[in-house]
């Protein structure tokens, strides 16, 4: 099985513009993401994709692989999607490009459904809440699964709703996704849905329209940089780990 690892990123991201290009301990953020995807054994190739020329160039200059992509692309996903049509990868991963500090094994864990032979054509991520996580916050997407670990339903909302108080099949959702490279392609060509839209979560898209997404478990969420403030803590955990 051939596995395939996607970096979609961009200069342009609304809430931090240049974050791709941010500073962590001396080394932009989309090298620390590049240099995690490719110490996964399972990922037999990483490409860095981006409509940025200046991205490519940084790439480039560390070694790594990069490719432009259309400027028109609304989302990261139909970024990938570019790459994957002329890869000949079984399974094509989306690493997002503000996670720098992902692991081999989150990464690893994110396809063992595929290795396993679970007829699957879609994975993601979850974790548990912990206890400093406030399931109030709206940037904290929370999904629910099925007793076969499918998703039943991602929310920016708390979920479930405690009528009865009791342990409940809810996880911290972590932005990682895989798919088998032929559901990308089917992937591209469903058009956005009511929930998705509502909850501005692309993955309810393909929930919507009858597919699942299986949920498969890491230990911990990793730090995502979506913020200035973000790239702050990014810093100060980059550091941390120089010192232990």
Sequence with gaps: MEILGVIPTRMGAVRFPGKPLADIAGRPLVR??????TSCPVLDRVVVAT???EIVDVVHAF????????????????????????????????????????????????????????GVHMTTLGA??????????????KVV???????????????????????????????????????????????????ELCEGLEQLRVLEHGYRIRVSRTDA??????????????IAHAGARALS
């Excluded at 969420?221 to 990014?234: C, H, K, R, Y």
């Design 221 to 234: 969420p990793a730090i995502e940089v979506n913020t200035p403030a973000d790239l702050q803590a990014a």
């Design 63 to 118: 070694g790594g692989e990069a490719v432009l992509t259309s400027p028109h692309h609304p989302t990261g996903t139909d970024r990938v999607a570019e790459v994957a049509a002329s890869s000949s990868a079984d399974v094509v991963v989306n690493v997002q490009g503000d996670q720098p500090f992902v692991t081999a094994d989150m990464l690893e864990q994110l396809v063992a459904p595929f290795a396993a032979g679970a």
């Design 32 to 37: 620390w993401v590049y240099d995690a995807a």
């Design 51 to 53: 409509p940025d020329q």
């Design 145 to 195: 699964c099925d007793r076969n670990g499918d998703a039943l339903y991602f929310s920016r909302s708390p979920i479930p709703y405690y009528r009865t108080p009791g342990p409940a099949p809810v996880l911290h959702h972590l932005g990682l996704y895989a798919f088998t490279r032929e559901f990308l392609a089917v992937y591209q060509t469903l058009t956005p849905t009511p929930l």
């Design 128 to 141: 548990p809440l912990g206890p400093d996580v406030d399931p109030t916050d709206g940037n904290v997407v």
